[in-house]
Nanobody, 120 residues
């Protein structure tokens, strides 16, 4: 199973971006999906997560500005980012908790990361 992220880029403060991440492969079930970010010199942090039932969770710093959603039929998770701030600048990684059909155990899978840069 591979996660392919897209949608990063350079945007001015106050602007918007939409990230997408699709899981490709066969023989799997996706539980939770989410987005993390890592700024230079910082630890990776959770930005937003969504369960298979659609329950969402956000970091306090992005509440009211970011929206996470998913399309289960497409095995895709999205992150709509609005009112972007320079402090949102980071590499954004998608994450999925995936169970292969031949096992009862689920594991974390990560996308390759996409750069988001917000200029002031």
């Amino acid at each position: 199973v591979q996660l392919q992220a897209s949608g990063g880029g350079l945007v001015q403060a106050g602007g918007s971006l939409r990230l997408s991440c699709a899981a490709a492969g066969s023989g799997f079930t996706i539980n939770a999906m989410g987005w993390y970010r890592q700024a230079p010199g910082e630890q990776r942090e959770l930005v937003a997560a969504i369960t298979s039932a659609g329950t969402t969770n956000y970091a306090d710093s992005v509440k009211g500005r970011f929206t996470i959603s998913r399309d289960n039929a497409k095995n895709t998770v999205y992150l709509q980012m609005k009112s972007l701030k320079p402090e949102d600048t980071a590499v954004y990684y998608c994450n999925a908790v995936i169970r292969r059909t031949w096992t009862e155990y689920a594991h974390d899978y990560w996308g390759q990361g996409t750069q988001v840069t917000v200029s002031s």
